[in-house]
């Protein structure tokens, strides 16, 4: 299998290959979108830097509340914190708290040291540097073998599953993210869990043993990389599991001999002889019938049944195949 997903040579080494296995290959990695780590942050910083602004020159003059120009000022910054709320729920939540404490303070006229009215800014440079940590520190890998997910700076959380466990992988685009390019990917891994069970599939399949990617570039892409590896997955399951043909008697076959012939004259005065044949003798044909096959281990036998039932749960194979092995493997248990 071929793709054209594969990371080039200035992205060849992000996801780290100590937890690759001898003779794994990745055939995609990435990270989350740059947008949705940085924009926001960037977005934090400006209206932050925007709000420490219009604060000094507020703060450099009376405030009086019946003045046009003083009411609109105030106006603006109060817009600025709702902006800056919006835009990053965790950083600019803080961010506002700190702004309308200041916003209080320039009401007041309370003269404070001018670095006090740019600490919204400052938050917003750091989100940014930490976000950035954390961008960095976030891998996102198929290889074709499993599904790779790995987050944390300091406490690290690695997660992978098998590819011929997943059953369907699904995108998640809504408007914004289909305009700046990016979405979030799930793999409904196999179980009594998995997969897609109610209208909001994002919250069922996080709570349904799934593997969800947040925010990642181009999830078509990947998408397609993704279901070319699990068809050439089972693929190679379907080849390897077909039912053997079931074999093949040949009934015994019953060979008459025929009695032997005599000579016509015979003399009277000799008494009659009675000649008896024997019966027909029975000859059975060689038997056809492939020798016993050697016996399996337990833990090999239990292998084999677990797989089987896993293919036939995914229709690559009939339940006829399916009862047809389980027999063959139990009768070599």
């Known amino acids: 299998m071929t793709t054209n997903a594969a990371p080039n040579e200035g992205e060849r080494h992000k996801f780290p290959k100590k937890h690759l296995v001898t003779?794994?290959?990745?055939?995609?990695e990435g990270r989350p979108s740059i947008v949705v780590y940085f924009l926001r942050s960037l977005l934090l910083f400006v209206f932050g830097g925007l709000f420490g602004v219009m604060a000094i020159l507020q703060s450099n003059q009376e405030v009086d509340l019946a003045n046009l120009g003083?009411?609109?000022?105030?106006?603006?910054?109060?817009?600025?914190?709702v902006l800056m709320v919006g835009v990053h729920r965790k950083w600019g939540l803080l961010s506002g708290l700190i702004s309308v404490a200041i916003i209080v303070l320039v009401v007041l006229n309370v003269h404070v040291n001018g670095l006090v009215y740019f600490i919204p800014m400052i938050i917003g440079l750091l989100a940014f540097a930490i976000e950035y940590l954390i961008w960095s520190h976030t891998f996102f890998a198929i290889s074709d073998r499993r599904i790779m997910t790995q987050y944390g700076i300091f406490n690290i959380m690695f997660a992978d599953t098998q590819i011929d466990r997943?059953?369907?992988?699904?995108v998640v685009q809504p408007l914004i993210e289909r305009i700046l390019g990016y979405g979030d990917v799930m793999f409904a891994t196999a179980g009594e869990m998995g997969g897609i069970q109610?209208?909001?599939p994002r919250e069922m399949m996080k709570s349904g043993g799934a593997i969800v990617w947040d925010n990642i570039p181009k999830p078509f892409q990947v998408r397609k990389v993704a279901e070319e590896i699990i068809f050439s997955a089972n693929r190679r399951q379907?080849?390897?599991?077909?039912?053997a043909p079931a074999p093949t008697y040949v009934a015994p076959q019953v060979v008459s001999?025929?009695?032997p012939a005599y000579a016509p004259s015979q003399s009277a005065a000799q008494p009659a002889q009675?000649?008896?044949?024997?019966?027909?003798?029975?000859?059975p044909a060689a038997s056809t019938a492939a020798p016993s096959q050697p016996s399996i281990p337990t833990a090999e036998a239990e292998e084999r049944m677990i797989k089987l039932k896993e293919m036939r749960d995914k229709n690559l194979i009939s339940e006829e195949e399916y009862q047809q092995k389980r027999k063959e493997i139990l009768g070599r248990f």
Request: charged share 5%.
């Open 274 to 283: 009675t000649y008896a044949t024997s019966a027909p003798a029975v000859q």
């Open 257 to 259: 001999q025929p009695a």
């Open 198 to 200: 109610s209208s909001d």
């Open 166 to 170: 997943v059953q369907n992988v699904t």
């Open 238 to 243: 379907t080849v390897q599991y077909v039912p």
């Open 70 to 81: 003083t009411f609109l000022a105030l106006l603006a910054m109060l817009l600025l914190v």
């Open 23 to 28: 003779g794994e290959r990745i055939l995609w």
